[in-house]
Nanobody
Framework: VQLQASGGGLVQAGGSLRLSCAGS????????MGWYRQAPGKQRELVSV???????NYADSVKGRFTISRDNAKNTVYLQMNSLKPEDTAVYYC???????????????WGQGTLVTVSS
């Protein structure tokens, strides 16, 4: 099982980016999917999470600016980031709880990270 993140890049403050993270391999089902970020010199922090049923949660710092969504048929989670600020600069990682078979246990997987740089 792999999670492949994409969509990062360099953007000016106030701009937008859309991150994608696609799961591949032997996937039976995916429960919660989410995005974390790690800025230089800081700990990794939760940005947003979405359950298999579509319930969402956001860090206070991104509420009203970021929107998480998912396409269960494509095993993909998205993060639409609007009104970006320099403090949003970080490596963004996707995360998912995945079952590889019906009676198997959920395992937690990380994507490789995609860099978002917001210039002032």
């Amino acid at each position: 099982v792999q999670l492949q993140a994409s969509g990062g890049g360099l953007v000016q403050a106030g701009g937008s980016l859309r991150l994608s993270c696609a799961g591949s391999g032997s996937i039976f089902s995916i429960d919660a999917m989410g995005w974390y970020r790690q800025a230089p010199g800081k700990q990794r922090e939760l940005v947003s999470v979405i359950t298999s049923g579509g319930s969402t949660n956001y860090a206070d710092s991104v509420k009203g600016r970021f929107t998480i969504s998912r396409d269960n048929a494509k095993n993909t989670v998205y993060l639409q980031m609007n009104s970006l600020k320099p403090e949003d600069t970080a490596v963004y990682y996707c995360n998912a709880d995945i079952k590889t078979r019906r009676m198997g246990a959920r395992q937690n997987y990380w994507g490789q990270g995609t860099l978002v740089t917001v210039s002032s």
